[in-house]
């Protein structure tokens, strides 16, 4: 069991690492062109990406992208460190509200998804190529849940011995 919590630990961890990557690295570019010239180049970040919504008075979609793609993950993460650690007790009640925020974990993928659909305007003159964050978000998404998946699993195992 101590190993598992050490190997569930170390994914977690590449998980944060893929995270805080995927917050530093663009996941997007942006240039235009005419005839093969570039006129101008972007490089796009998550925050960034909230920035443009905020900027442009779309409040609703940057406060939505920066919840659910920056502050929901953060949480997240410190709820799967306290299932691993447990470092406090969360009474039972809020401990399944952080639990449930495990299912939302798709969302995460969508919000991206729609973020790259919305600045997604490829023509001859814009184009836009989805650079090495998105990739890094991605592995961190995946990696956080099977991460939530082998403690379920882990604590289902633990509670059937126990029976």
Same mark, same amino acid.
């Given at each position: 069991? !101590?190993?598992?919590?050490?190997? #569930? &630990?170390?994914?977690? +961890? /590449?998980? #944060?690492?893929?995270?805080?990557? *995927?917050?530093?690295?663009?996941?997007?570019?942006?240039?235009?062109? /005419?005839?093969?010239?570039?006129?101008?180049?972007?490089?796009?970040?998550?925050? =960034?990406?909230?920035?443009?919504?905020?900027? *442009?008075?779309?409040?609703?979609? *940057? @406060?939505?992208?920066?919840?659910? @793609?920056?502050?929901?993950?953060?949480?997240?993460?410190?709820?799967?460190?306290?299932?691993?650690?447990?470092?406090?007790?969360?009474?039972?009640?809020? =401990?399944?509200?952080? $639990?449930? +925020? =495990?299912?939302?974990?798709?969302?995460?993928?969508? !919000?991206? &998804?729609?973020?790259?659909?919305?600045?997604?305007?490829?023509? %001859?003159?814009?184009?836009?190529?989805?650079? /090495?964050? @998105?990739?890094?978000?991605?592995?961190?998404?995946?990696?956080?849940?099977?991460? @939530? %998946?082998?403690? =379920?699993?882990? $604590?289902?195992?633990?509670? $059937?011995?126990?029976?």
């Amino acid at each position: 069991m !101590l190993k598992s919590k050490y190997i #569930v &630990a170390f994914i977690l +961890l /590449v998980s #944060v690492a893929f995270f805080i990557l *995927g917050l530093i690295y663009p996941i997007m570019s942006t240039k235009k062109q /005419v005839l093969g010239l570039v006129l101008n180049y972007r490089e796009i970040r998550l925050f =960034d990406s909230v920035s443009l919504f905020f900027n *442009g008075k779309e409040y609703l979609l *940057g @406060t939505i992208i920066f919840l659910f @793609t920056i502050i929901l993950p953060i949480l997240k993460y410190l709820e799967i460190i306290n299932r691993i650690f447990v470092l406090f007790r969360i009474p039972e009640r809020i =401990d399944r509200v952080l $639990h449930l +925020l =495990d299912k939302w974990s798709m969302l995460d993928v969508f !919000l991206i &998804a729609l973020l790259l659909l919305n600045f997604k305007m490829n023509s %001859t003159i814009i184009v836009m190529q989805i650079e /090495v964050g @998105t990739l890094f978000l991605a592995v961190s998404i995946i990696a956080r849940m099977i991460c @939530t %998946t082998l403690i =379920d699993y882990l $604590h289902l195992s633990k509670n $059937h011995v126990s029976r």
